[in-house]
């Protein structure tokens, strides 16, 4: 069993900053991939920002250049600091994580936090 538990979500001005943080905790033999989605009302829940163990990292086009995601691997935490922050941006926020659970079999699963909201007021 994995858990993944997000925090740091909230109301925030346009061109404001908030950092998001997401734990995973439970039956971890490693984790290859960390990330973000995000879904709007009404929208599908599209992918914002991931990064791989070695530190390889993707953005979604409207999010670059304003949001960083980063990891802590001795803590399995994975971070979203986002910049600029524009009323487009205001969704649910899901983390999400490919964990392999045990040394005999790198077979990886996918496991996702609860979702933290976010909303840029204008």
């Known amino acids: 069993q994995v858990q993944l538990v997000e925090s740091g979500g909230g109301l925030v001005q346009a061109g404001g900053s908030l950092r998001l943080s997401c734990a995973a905790s439970?039956?971890?033999?490693?984790?290859?991939?960390m990330g973000w989605y995000r879904q709007a009302p009404g929208k599908q829940r599209d992918l914002v920002a991931r990064?791989?163990?070695?530190?390889?990292?993707n953005y979604a086009d409207p999010v670059k250049g304003r949001f960083t995601i980063s990891r802590d691997n001795a803590k399995n935490t994975v971070y979203l600091q986002m910049n600029s922050l524009k009323p487009e941006d205001t969704a649910v926020y899901y983390c999400?994580?490919?964990?392999?659970?045990?040394?005999?079999?790198?077979?990886?699963?996918?496991?996702w936090g609860q979702g933290t909201q976010v909303t840029v007021s204008s």
């Open positions: 999400y994580a490919e964990v392999t659970l045990t040394s005999s079999n790198n077979r990886s699963f996918r496991y």
């Open positions: 439970g039956n971890i033999f490693s984790i290859n991939v």
């Open positions: 990064i791989i163990n070695v530190g390889s990292t």
